[in-house]
């Protein structure tokens, strides 16, 4: 089992930043890609960006060049770097790792960012 626990979270004015960042724990070693997602009051969840233990990151189209998804295999963390925030960016994001020998999906508990025009 991996548990998941995510800080950093709060309140910030259109065009701040703020850093998440997702403290893994437990069965360390299973896990393979760590991502953060993120979900909107009324909205479903969705990808915000992922990375790789190599490092290899994607993004999703809404958040490439403004956020910044790092990983810190040392720490067991994995970090969100967010700047140039927006309102429609406010979210509780969650931190997801996936276990690379049998493909669970494990998840922290969020972290609610909201951003004030």
């Known amino acids: 089992q991996v548990q998941l626990v995510e800080s950093g979270g709060g309140l910030v004015q259109a065009g701040g930043s703020l850093r998440l960042s997702c403290v893994a724990s437990g069965s360390i070693n299973s896990i393979a890609t760590m991502a953060w997602y993120r979900q909107a009051p009324g909205k479903q969840r969705e990808l915000v960006a992922t990375?790789?233990?190599?490092?290899?990151?994607h993004y999703s189209d809404r958040v490439q060049a403004q956020f910044t998804i790092s990983r810190d295999n040392a720490k067991n963390t994995v970090y969100l770097q967010m700047n140039s925030l927006k309102p429609e960016d406010t979210a509780v994001y969650y931190c997801?790792?996936?276990?690379?020998?049998?493909?669970?999906?494990?998840w922290g508990q969020g972290t609610q960012v909201t951003v004030s025009s």
């Open positions: 997801n790792a996936i276990n690379r020998w049998s493909g669970d999906n494990y």
């Open positions: 990375i790789t233990r190599g490092g290899m990151t």
